[in-house]
């Protein structure tokens, strides 16, 4: 994207006005995607988004700039914009050597796949899928499903003398459906997204998805209101995993820690969950969504344990964070484009399995709500309160799964709902899922098996 | 790689070049086929202080181009972070081939002008390009000085944020379209962190303005501060069927949401609870909803749309009875209806959709601010903010659950605070539940106003 010398030139222009650290993020991004809805192909849109964003620290202070001119004297635009913090030292000229170049072209694992696609076999699966769903039921009435597929370039030199690439493809394939009866109408949703080009569909059957979508709608159908207050909660395996990227994910990222805006500052070696409650972020975990080869700092992915049998063991750390505590960063420093500074995210964070025998734990539970599906949640950091939603659960009595129950948002308090988790089973599985925060979104993943938490307020209309 | 250094065609400063690019394309389009050309630039600037220092600092230019391509009704679309000449005629090239894959519609088309005269709005603030960088960098100091300096109870400051942009549109069409508009925007936003013994309660503020003259830091801290302090002691909320007022801020969010029910869009395609209800009553007297761009004092103000007709005053619901839908040129056709001017996109990258810009309610006849409101009520619960209205609102079947936290009202006066409680109905209930509409109208950022609102007959869940 940018030869070495310019690179070098560019990181010594931007520490000319003092500063201890720059750093020159470049990307190339294009990015296809494609609609059917209503029966139809309503749009296929292609991107390309191609630039740099340059950034200096001096002392706590981040000057960043980015451009879409990838020409030398583009980045010393961008570089002198972004210096304009750091007016106050330095001086005059500073030599950076960087390299040798690291990991360009497939430092991500499975980005060296098929990433080029005929736009016909994106469009013939999404007919596949608009078949699949309708052939669910007769009380589907609306089909849409989605394609979408990026290809990522980064370079990432900084005045450390780092240098390094990698080429990250994301394919994402989604399904939504209606249904219509007597009582209104309900939606379902499923999608399938991993780290890899076109193979995705190798492993995933768009039918499958499309069945789950419509199912999901049309036993809703006959769905009565959830009910409301505190009830047991039994979230099935691979229902999202949501409930920890919320309710102590972000709380432990390291720039909620510094500023004491998180429940779990000073908590490192506190008991703060279940003992059966071990919490683990790893970005090199296969093709998971939230994969990549390194960050958006240059560091690799790595696997970082979060909680260990309850007790918690350490935050996640991007690098700002990690050099004012005179630590390395944990590979978790993320940034939604060049446009964006990087900041501490989660990769894909997932609780580890049990012994418990997923079934089992249903029959020992005998009133309470089981959730075969979340979707999406939020949280505050300093107080801990999360919300997370419902796309698909139902009641259990007497040990039994029974009725579908209409959508509903559960809430809780994170570090009481960690220790309320008294049972997690074995049948361990991974979403995808989208985080945002502080206006950036990233792909992360999120993962569990089967457990029980024995008391959350669910939020429904029923008395 | 090596880098390629393009002709650049535009620069920043003159707002007839980018109407030049947009000609300059849209006159490539070849005979048979229709040819939309949106060229955007946009410089914005962030400060983030901390701790009486700037954290951050963000400058940038950034500048694109979207396309849209019709074809034997057939519609291809493809965007580009970058004004160079090469990339123009790639990202033509490249909308075109999409547009062979898509389904041919008979509705879809472009916008052609409708006579409809555009009302002038002036959101370009002429002062704001000379506002030097030390005086925004002094505004967010500021802002976190006082914030930090407020009340005794403020233990941290976690963000306070100076930012203003510009941004200057131009957009084109073989089918006559020629529209240009520019605007700037500016604010202050700032998160506080009250705590009393162990417990911390957050809050937050903003100011926001066509520049960075009136931007008012004490308005924005008052607010922060207000909202954290009076949680501090929150306990989980009773449960029970209660009247909820939604304070202005809350309340922006709910008539966002039902907002895309409105959407003639959706209602073709079978996804909004209004769908076949025009003429109908869908809510209390008290319900009249008014989108109006024109209002110059919206913050959605604009004098065109997403495809460069002239927005307008559309009523949408009259004394409870539903009168008509958003549509924009496809939908519009679809429903065989003229577009209404409502056609949004959000920049370069995204295709236009129909959206509300600018959504109110009549203000009730009682002429209520917010302690009008609490007063009229008596008894009730009051709510500052919710969570996860994303996972737990759907405009689709009209479920409504969300997390809240906010204060009992007793007496028609705010009582004790409450959180990690949730708040139910539907969406279709709540608009007949309408119990007072207040006339403390005020335009925040977002796409409806903010009033106070109260709604009976909800199901609240906590202890």
Redesign the interface.
Known sequence: ???TP?LERVLGAALRHGGEFAEVFAEDRSSSS?VL???????????????AGIRVVS??????????????SGLLKAAE??S??ARSGGGGATTVAVGPLHGDGGATRGGSGRPKVS??DS?ELLGRADEAARAAGDAI??VQAGYGGSRRQVLIANSEGLLVGDEQFRTRFSVSC?A?GDT????GFETAARTVGFELFDEVSVEDLARLAAGRALS?LSARP?P???VPVVLAGGSGGILFHEACGHGLEADHIV???S?YAGQVGEQVASPLVTLVDDGTVGTEWGTFGVDDEGRPAQRNVLIEDGILTDYLWDYLRARKEGRLSSGNGRRQTY?H?PMVRMTNTFLLPGKDDADEIVAQTPHGVYVAKL??????T??G?????TTEAYLIEDGKITEPL????????GPEILKRVDAVATDFAMTPGTCGKDGQSVPVGCGQATLRITGV??????? | ???A?EE?TARSGDPGELMAVAERVAGWARTGEDVEVYVARGDETEIRA??G????????????IGVRVVVDHR????????LDGS?LA??LE??R???A???R?EH?QLAVPDGVAAVPVDLWDEGLAAVP?PAKVAAALTLEAQARGADPRI??V?SADYGDGSVEVALVSTTGIRSAYRKTSGYLSVGV?AGEGDA???GGGFSVGRGFEGLDPDRATADAVERAVRMLGAT?GP???NTVVFDRRAATTLLSVISSALSGEAV????S?FAGRIGEQVGGSVVTLVDDPTDPRAYGAAAYDGEGLACRRNELIAGGVLQGFLYDTIAGSRAGVASTGSAVRGGF?G?PGVGCRALTLAPGAEGYDEAGVLRAVGDGLFVQSM??V???V?P????F???A?GLLIRDGKLAEPV????????LQRMLHSLVAVGADVEWLPGIAAAQTLAIGDM?????
């Open positions: 994207m940018i030869d310019v494609a809805d209503d029966g139809r192909v309503e749009e296929l849109s292609s991107g390309r988004d191609r630039g002392g706590d202070t981040t000057g960043f700039a980015h451009t879409a001119d990838l020409s030398e914009a972004a304009a913090v736009k016909a469009l009435s609306q209606v219509v209104g109408m309900q939606t809703k959830a409301s207050g505190e500023k004491d805006s429940v446009q500074l979707g999406g949640g939020q949280v505050n300093t107080t309160d999360f919300v997370f939603g209409r959508d509903a948002n559960l809430i809780g308090n307020t669910i939020g429904g209309t029923a008395e | 790689m090596s880098t250094i650049t901390y701790d220092e700037v954290e951050s600092l963000t400058s940038a230019t950034s500048a694109g519609l291809g679309f493809a965007w580009a972070g970058s990339v790639e990202t490249e909308a081939d999409n547009a894959f898509a389904t519609d879809v960088t233990r941290q976690s962190i911390s309660q957050t989980k449960s029970g069927r073709a395609k079978g996804r609870f990258a295709t969570t996860g994303h996972s737990g759907n689709i079947s009209g479920d659950s969300v997390g936290e959180r990690e409680i949730t708040v139910a109905s539907t199901q609240v869940s906590g202890v």
